[in-house]
């Protein structure tokens, strides 16, 4: 079963819009979460990632994303778009202490019209 | 710069052929991984590696074979039985899972 689920598939916005992007995972211990950007035709970029500390975890470009335990949740969000944020948007998890393969959301693609 | 190095950006196979994705890295990372990424199922790990001379399968390894020689090398290789070799393949490394690198990835065609 899939334990990292990206519930939006396909978003669309207009620029200067927030952004939500849904992530839940369904591990009951220790995660470390990551959100991974794939801009067209580029490799996979680190956003951000949560390992402990503080839930809001503010990444590069004006993204963040708060880590709710009791929501099993790792949402990404900006308050305001850009054209360049198009892209395919990847949440992930990993288990410390043991093998820490990362686990992938299956993605979400971020269409932003100018 | 460190780095995951991905040859080739492209590759055709032909049926019943047997094709290697290099994949190496400068990065000193103990840990690599091999994904395939297909349109809508985001990425699933084929096979991973997390010291030399030893990996392990991962969800879809059938078709499938790596090899672990060296720290900085993690060869894929894409037999004849796998049945849909079409994709992208992408090559991730990470130390001790503190943020993972990922490659620019090898797109793969059938032809």
């Known amino acids: 079963a899939q334990s990292v689920s990206q519930h939006n598939h396909h978003v669309i916005l207009s620029e200067a819009a927030s952004l939500e992007l849904g992530c839940n995972y369904s591990?009951?211990?220790?995660?470390?979460l990551f959100w991974y950007v794939q801009y067209p035709g580029q490799h996979l970029q680190l956003l951000l990632k949560y390992f402990s500390g503080d839930p809001l975890v503010k990444g590069i470009k004006g993204f963040e994303a708060e880590f709710i335990k009791s929501k099993f949740s790792f949402n990404l969000r900006k308050p305001s778009v850009q054209w360049s944020d198009t892209a395919e948007y990847f949440c992930a998890e990993s288990r410390p202490g043991g093998s820490y393969i990362p686990t992938f959301g299956r993605g979400t693609s971020l269409i932003v019209h100018p | 710069d460190g780095g995951i190095t991905q040859s080739p950006k492209y590759l055709f196979r032909k049926e019943g052929q047997n094709v290697t994705l290099s994949c190496e890295q400068n990065l000193n990372h103990d840990a690599m991984y091999w994904y395939r990424q297909d349109p809508g199922q985001g990425l699933r790990l084929i096979y991973y590696?997390?010291?030399?001379?030893?990996?392990q399968k991962g969800d879809i390894a059938e078709g499938y074979s790596v090899s672990r020689e060296k720290k900085e090398s993690f060869p894929l290789t894409v037999t004849s039985a796998q049945k849909n070799p079409t994709a992208f393949y992408l090559c991730?490394?990470?130390?001790?899972?503190?943020?993972?690198?990922f490659g620019s990835g090898t797109r793969l065609t059938v032809v």
């Open positions: 591990y009951g211990g220790t995660v470390n």
């Open positions: 991730a490394s990470s130390k001790q899972g503190y943020g993972y690198t």
């Open positions: 590696s997390q010291i030399v001379n030893d990996f």
